[in-house]
């Protein structure tokens, strides 16, 4: 069994920054792709940015430049550090890794229950 726990949501104003966490915990043996996603109030969730097991990172357009992806190996722990919040970044931040676990030769994806970010204007 593995857990996602995201945290590090909160309100911020226009133009503020914050780090959201997502700590993998449980049977890990391997975390691979690890990605973070944006639900907008109403609408469909997104990918934001994601970070392979070797460090490459991918980002939405909207988020190139003022968004960050890193991961900590040993804590099994990535990161998503949001600058220059804009209004628009509003709404609840999933993380979704895959993971392979001590037994299996696949990975499987897991997801963690969300953090809300509020950006007032």
């Known amino acids: 069994q593995v857990q996602l726990v995201e945290s590090g949501g909160g309100l911020v104003q226009a133009g503020g920054s914050l780090r959201l966490s997502c700590a993998a915990s449980?049977?890990?043996?391997?975390?691979?792709?690890t990605g973070w996603y944006h639900q907008p109030p109403g609408k469909q969730r997104e990918l934001v940015a994601n970070?392979?097991?070797?460090?490459?990172?991918n980002y939405a357009d909207s988020v190139k430049g003022r968004f960050t992806i890193s991961r900590d190996y040993a804590k099994n722990t990535v990161y998503l550090q949001m600058d220059s919040l804009k209004p628009e970044d509003t709404g609840a931040y999933y993380c979704?890794?895959?993971?392979?676990?001590?037994?299996?030769?696949?990975?499987?994806?897991?997801w963690g229950q969300g953090t809300q970010v509020t950006v007032s204007s």
């Open positions: 979704a890794a895959n993971v392979r676990s001590s037994g299996s030769s696949y990975y499987n994806q897991y």
């Open positions: 970070i392979t097991g070797g460090g490459r990172t």
């Open positions: 449980g049977n890990i043996v391997h975390l691979g792709i």
